[in-house]
């Protein structure tokens, strides 16, 4: 596989690709980004391209800015790699006697495991001419490991490099970020995103795109929602709200009694009815669908919001920041959901409570 294959963005590889060509690494990388980034699929690549045993020639190259300069050179020359040698291959497999994947053991590292690490690094690799250390979730460690670490880091061995992963780079020590080549991911384009959750979700374009769309284009948090039951907790709320929408009171208390059964639930409920009401406002506008999160559910939103008035519209939004506010002050989350709910039928709150509001739980 050469880094054409490789699902991140081009400037990204092109760096990759040009500091193997120049042969001038750093003992030291960090590679970050949002969460669900391909760090783990970049580390690997770029593990294939230093160690990748074939010449230039027998593969083409084919990242578009990082043309070997001096074809036929023997090596890496062209910074490539080309998944099919033996390297490529055990590193694909992960199986490479020289390249090694760590982990945090629980929540996070243990000193015997960078300990471990030191020990081999001190070794003459077995295979390659260099040994690589691919650590995830590099952030994961207490004082007393990261410390450990950054002695490993400076005392380097000129045949070991150090490829620490981390979608929270703010819990890598100050000291260690120093000594790092920082490599940052950004989220893949909203184009690729949507193509990949259609492929691993089996679902529809619609669906893949309004996922996206709601993930605000992380494909970790989209992950999240496709495999919980945030789209069900959605289409569950949009039926209520059709019904509410020019109920009674009494079925405004019975649907925020159903949803109040647990607190994260509620809390969850309110950021998918603020995604509602943005589409609600989003419909009036020229060219609207290009401002939709929820894109398959736009008919129903359409329905939904007819004939409210915008100012209606925009209080039940303003109300609905303010219950989420009220969640986290603990306050009584029937209470805090019917509140929402009046605001959303076009009526006043106080109608339905006591005059103080919201009352703590
Ligand atoms: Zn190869």
Known sequence: MPWSDVQVGDLVKEALCRLVRSGRLAGTFLFYGPPGSALEELAFAFASAILCERKVGQASVSVANCQAETPGLPGHADGDFCGICRACRHIRERIHPDVFALEPEGAFYKIDTLRTMQGMAALLPLEAERKIFILRQADRMRQEAANSLLKILEEPSPHSI??????????????????????????????????????????????????????????????????????????????????????????????????????????????????????????????????????????????????????????????????????????????VLETVFMACAGRSSVESMSPKGPQRA
């Open 162 to 335: 150090f490829i620490l992963l981390t979608d929270n780079v703010t819990g890598i020590l100050p000291t260690i970020l120093s000594r790092s080549q920082r490599v940052r991911l950004s989220p893949p384009p909203l184009d690729r995103l949507i193509e990949n959750l259609m492929a691993s979700k089996g679902i529809s374009k619609e669906a893949a795109e309004s996922l996206a769309r709601l993930a605000g284009g992380q494909p970790g948090r989209a992950e999240e929602m496709s495999d919980g039951t945030w789209m069900e907790r959605r289409d569950r709320l949009i039926a209520l709200l059709e019904k509410i929408r020019h109920g009674s009171r009494l079925e405004i208390m019975h649907g925020s009694q159903a949803l109040s059964r647990d607190r994260a639930g509620a809390r969850e409920t309110l950021e998918a009815l603020l995604s509602l009401i943005r589409d609600g406002l989003a419909l009036t506008l020229p060219d609207n669908p290009a401002f939709l999160l929820n894109i398959d559910r736009r008919k129903e939103i359409r329905s939904l919001w007819h004939g409210a008035e915008s100012d209606q519209v925009i209080q039940a939004f303003e109300t609905t920041v303010d219950a989420l506010a009220d969640l986290d002050r603990n306050l009584n989350v029937q209470n």
